[in-house]
């Protein structure tokens, strides 16, 4: 815990930091990569230059500034960049470098007003907020399905959308002790992690992507959309599609992530079980739509899905066989190039209370939770993924 006088000082530099917080972070970000260019392997190119991960940061640092008192009110977010860390195989002596660039950062930005005292009580709190994530992530890398990262061989690729390609992979080695997919107990909602060295690179690329199933019964199974929008170029995504073939390896970490269904809900029939979902963001969804169907048909579903047109809506055929299965079912579809608008609007028609599953583009998922709280759907009720760091939306 914290000494009181750290607490006084970083309780009052909050304002400081949601002035310049996203400054901080940027000059935080740069420092440690001209030292620590290794680390470029790890942390997401597109998310540093659309200034998500800048974001991100910043949020959590202020976050952690408002709570430093009592910490485990920020648990759930704090799980959730866990997860994150562990796919992504962040180790505990990468905390020190974090901490050490992310200091200076403060003090560079501040000059003069960064006196002894405020460097002092950040360092002390930057060690407290390192130490439970620290512990946290112990805690996953003990009970992950694997270590590090896995070769996987594709035995499946195939185009569920114009843009989308779904990949099954399989443990290259079938007598792998280390994995044995039998044995997998996989949680529709989940993502794996993908380490790739894409040829116009200059890094080691890693990403995350959503399984579309909880399924291992004839691999695992991920979905990968072709990110080439807005004039950016998806260096993994474009490497995945274009050169890994069927026959070819491919290195993951093991699943991760909370984005889960309440297990609690899943077997009655009084709370309906809403999904909503946009563009590839189906995949967490399609894979939470299989569970439920398995597990109880007989609960109302609401599903609703968005996209660009007929030909960019993904794992259409696999979404109305589920569907079929179901016994309760609304199924709703926007094609945004027809004028059909998914808003606030249209959401007020869902039923309530539900339990609400949310997984898009950013843009998409700031409107739909905005949309779903200003609706009064309480935020138990309300759970969401997001294609980018999670903090950024405000969690």
């Known amino acids: 815990m914290a000494s009181p006088k750290t607490l006084e000082i970083v309780k009052a530099t909050v304002p400081v930091l949601e002035e310049h917080g996203?400054?901080?972070?940027?000059?935080?970000y740069k420092n440690m990569f001209d030292e620590h260019p290794e680390l470029l392997d790890i942390f997401n190119e597109t998310n540093q230059k659309l200034g998500r991960q800048q974001t991100a940061l910043a949020m959590t640092v202020l976050a952690a500034a408002k709570h430093l008192d009592k910490l485990a009110t920020l648990l759930p977010q704090v799980t959730q960049i866990s997860h994150k860390h562990r796919a992504l195989q962040i180790q505990p002596e990468h905390y020190p470098i974090v901490g050490k660039h992310l200091i200076g950062a403060i003090k560079e930005v501040l000059g003069e007003a960064a006196t002894d005292d405020i460097i002092n009580a950040w360092t002390e709190a930057y060690d407290e907020i390192a130490s439970v994530f620290i512990q946290i992530e112990?805690?996953?890398?003990?009970?992950?399905?694997?270590?590090g990262f896995e070769p996987f061989k594709v035995t499946q690729k195939i185009a569920v959308a114009t843009d989308i390609a779904a990949f099954t992979v399989v443990p290259v080695n079938e007598n792998n002790q280390?994995?044995?997919?039998?044995k997998l107990n996989l949680t529709a909602g989940q993502y794996i992690t993908v380490k790739t060295d894409p040829?116009?690179?200059d890094h080691i690329a890693l990403r995350h992507y959503s399984l579309y199933s909880a399924s291992t019964d004839n691999g695992i199974q991920f979905a990968v959309r072709r990110d080439n929008r807005n004039e950016h170029h998806g260096l993994v995504s474009n490497h995945l599609h274009d050169d890994l073939e069927v026959g070819d390896t491919v290195l993951l970490s093991a699943p991760a992530g909370d984005f889960a269904l309440n297990e609690a809900l899943i077997s009655q029939n009084e709370i309906p079980l809403v999904l909503v979902s946009a563009g590839v963001g189906v995949t967490p969804v399609l894979s939470m739509l299989e569970a439920q169907v398995l597990s109880n048909p007989q609960r109302p579903i609401v599903w609703v899905y968005a996209c660009q047109n007929q030909s960019h809506h993904a794992f259409n055929t696999e979404v109305n066989e589920l569907l079929e299965k179901a016994e309760n079912v609304e199924k709703h579809i926007f094609y945004f190039e027809s004028g059909q608008i998914l808003d606030a609007e249209w959401l007020a028609q869902l039923p309530k209370p539900a339990d609400i599953y949310v997984?898009?583009?950013m843009p998409f998922m700031d409107s739909m939770i905005d949309a779903l709280v200003a609706l009064e759907h309480g935020v138990d009720s309300v759970h969401y993924e997001p294609f980018g760091p999670k903090m950024s939306l405000g969690g």
């Open 359 to 361: 997984c898009g583009s």
């Open 199 to 201: 040829k116009d690179s």
């Open 178 to 182: 280390n994995i044995d997919l039998g």
């Open 22 to 28: 996203t400054t901080i972070t940027t000059v935080f």
């Open 138 to 147: 112990h805690g996953m890398y003990e009970a992950a399905m694997w270590e």
